[in-house]
């Protein structure tokens, strides 16, 4: 918000990116989940392309963002989250992207040492090497601090006017928004995707290795944002609902999955994901029943719907709760 700010307002005209990789915090989990129905949601990109009066596009990048996740050249960062490598594919996908619309230059609100990654003196050259952007990146916020860009060298922008922000205090931002009349923003540190979020992560991995693969479709990051999710066996996880709005979600998954839900009490909607003997149904049966009302009856009736359209009807105890082994969450 503030470099594309500081940009216009040197008279340049300016418009938004935003990737859609699949893994976005934002516009989800919390349009799901009924608890969170009371608080604004916002996607933060759309607000801020309004608040600023500038279009934005959209561009979903979901499946040749894939290699980046799997096969990050620069490996991870504390989880499972390959920043150099996603700002690398995002700046070389706008330097396509400009080259396509007529546009001049990119710019990005990085700063230097802001984040232990992608963000550090030595590696924002990467990101412009890589990516195939050049000296058409210009950071507006640091630009003072690297060498000059094609759009300060051709006087498009005065780099004079452009700052020397560096590390990891936001407080240079805020006084800039102070100044720039901005009151709003989003969270300073907070998260853009779900790869920094270590549970996330430890589902996805968790995912690999249930597959014996490292791939993903849509639909199976989609999940690992919804639900708790439980392993009792190498061979199948559940996906219980945890509140309405992620038992409403998880119905519209109902005909990919075996899905088990309590009949004789209230209770949630849980997928089976990965196979299954008899036995591992009734688990699976005893485990929905346990996250239900009927949680502390002797027997709970559970419907188990199979992918083939077939039906089982299971009279369960449900499991205590010690008996359900912690290293079963995921
Ligand atoms: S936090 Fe996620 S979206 Fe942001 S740079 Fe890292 S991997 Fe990319």
Redesign the pocket.
């Known amino acids: 918000m503030l470099a594309t700010k500081v940009i216009m307002d040197q008279g340049v005209h300016v418009e938004g990116i935003n990737f859609f990789?699949g893994?976005c915090v934002e516009g989800h989990t919390h349009a799901i989940r009924k608890k969170d129905q009371s608080k604004p949601k916002r996607n933060n990109a759309l607000w801020v392309a309004e608040q600023l009066g500038i279009k934005l596009h959209i561009v979903d990048v979901i499946e040749d963002y894939k290699n980046v996740v799997l096969n990050p050249k620069h490996g991870y960062g504390s989880n499972l989250?390959?920043?150099l490598d996603?700002?690398g594919f995002m700046v070389a996908e706008a330097t396509k992207w400009i080259k396509a619309n007529n546009f001049d230059f990119i710019i990005t609100g990085e700063v230097i040492g802001q984040r232990p990654m992608?963000q550090r003196r030595d590696t924002m050259p990467v990101i412009q090497r890589e990516s195939g952007a050049g000296d058409l990146l210009l950071r507006p916020l640091c630009a003072k601090l690297l060498p000059p860009t094609l759009p300060e060298q051709e006087a498009w922008v005065d780099r004079e006017k452009l700052f020397d922000f560096s590390g990891r205090s936001r407080k240079p931002q805020m006084a800039l928004a102070k100044k720039l009349n901005i009151s709003d923003y989003a969270q300073p540190a907070g998260?853009?995707?779900f790869?920094?979020d270590q549970a996330y992560s430890h589902k996805l991995a968790d995912l690999w290795q249930a597959r014996g693969k490292r791939d993903y479709e849509i639909d199976d990051i989609m999940l690992l944002k919804v639900g708790r999710h439980l392993r009792p066996k190498d061979n199948f996880k559940l996906i219980i609902s945890r509140e309405e709005g992620e038992t409403h979600f998880l119905e519209g998954y109902r005909k990919q999955f075996v899905h088990l839900r309590a009949t004789s009490h209230t209770g949630p909607l849980a997928l089976m994901d990965g196979s299954y003997s008899d036995e591992d149904l009734t688990l699976a049966a005893r485990l929905v029943a346990r996250f239900g009302q009927g949680r502390d009856a002797d027997l709970v009736e559970v419907e188990i719907n199979l992918v083939d359209g077939g039906k089982q009807q299971l009279s369960v105890p449900p499991l205590k709760s010690e008996e359900i082994p912690t290293d079963w969450y995921l």
């Open positions: 990789t893994f989250n390959p920043c996603c700002k992608s998260g853009c995707c790869l920094t």
